[in-house]
T-cell receptor, first 114, second 113 residues
C-alpha cells in the first residue's frame, strides 16, 4: 500500500491558462474522488468515479472542469481558462468496495493563480 | 441536506490532559461518520469511523469517538493529549446512499507542553 499519489504538489499559473493534475489511487481501490479545499474550509466534493465511469458530479464542477479516469486506474482533473477563484488545494481520494469504507487521501495539489 | 458542524474553531489543551473535539451532524437516514486529521501542507489522514454497532469507536493513535444518535453528535476524544496531536481535525458524514463525504470546517487542536 503505497498510498494515494498526486502530481504536481504545487502549480502556479497565470489566469486564463489551462492546468491538469494527476492522481494515482491505491492500486486495489475501484473508487476515486476529487475534492477541493480552500483556506479555512473543509474539503468540498467535486466528482466521483467507480472504475472508469464518472458517476457523480457536484454543481461546483463547472464546465471549465473536466475529469477522466480512462482505464479505471489513474485520474486527471483539468481546469480550462483558470480564474482567481480556482486557487485552492485539490485533493484526490480513493476507497475500496462499499460505501462504508473510508476514503484515503493524497497530499493534494496546491493551485495558485497569478 | 446533509451537513456537519464543528462548533469550535480551536481547542487548546495541556499535554497529558483529556481532549474532546466536538461534531454534530444532520443527515437523512442512518449516518456513516468519519474523523480525519490534517497536518500542514498534507492530505487528510483517516482516524476512525462509525458505521453501525457499538457507540464507542476506537481508532488510530489512541483516539476514540462516541456516537450519540439522540444528540446527533460524534465527538472525538483522547484520554491523554500529546503535543504531536496538534493538527487540524475534520468530522465528515455520508448517508448510506451517498458517495461524497460532507466535511465540517475543521477544528484546530493545539496541545501545549
Amino acid at each position: 500500500d503505497t498510498g494515494v499519489s498526486q502530481n504536481p504538489r504545487h502549480k502556479i499559473t497565470k489566469r486564463g491558462q489551462n492546468v491538469t493534475f494527476r492522481c494515482d489511487p491505491i492500486s486495489e481501490h475501484n473508487r476515486l474522488y476529487w475534492y477541493r479545499q480552500t483556506l479555512g474550509q473543509g474539503p468540498e466534493f467535486l466528482t466521483y468515479f467507480q472504475n472508469e465511469a464518472q458517476l457523480e458530479k457536484s454543481r461546483l464542477l463547472s464546465d471549465r472542469f473536466s475529469a477522466e479516469r480512462p482505464k479505471g486506474s489513474f485520474s486527471t482533473l483539468e481546469i480550462q481558462r483558470t480564474e482567481q477563484g480556482d486557487s485552492a488545494m485539490y485533493l484526490c481520494a480513493s476507497s475500496h468496495g462499499s460505501s462504508n469504507q473510508p476514503q484515503h487521501f493524497g497530499d493534494g495539489t496546491r493551485l495558485s493563480i497569478l | 441536506a446533509q451537513s456537519v458542524a464543528q462548533p469550535e474553531d480551536q481547542v487548546n489543551v495541556a499535554e497529558g490532559n483529556p481532549l474532546t473535539v466536538k461534531c454534530t451532524y444532520s443527515v437523512s437516514g442512518n449516518p456513516y461518520l468519519f474523523w480525519y486529521v490534517q497536518y500542514p501542507n498534507r492530505g487528510l489522514q483517516f482516524l476512525l469511523k462509525y458505521i453501525t454497532g457499538d457507540n464507542l469507536v476506537k481508532g488510530s493513535y489512541g483516539f476514540e469517538a462516541e456516537f450519540n444518535k439522540s444528540q446527533t453528535s460524534f465527538h472525538l476524544k483522547k484520554p491523554s493529549a500529546l503535543v504531536s496531536d496538534s493538527a487540524l481535525y475534520f468530522c465528515a458524514v455520508r448517508d448510506q446512499a451517498g458517495t461524497a463525504l460532507i466535511f465540517g470546517k475543521g477544528t484546530t487542536l493545539s496541545v501545549s507542553s
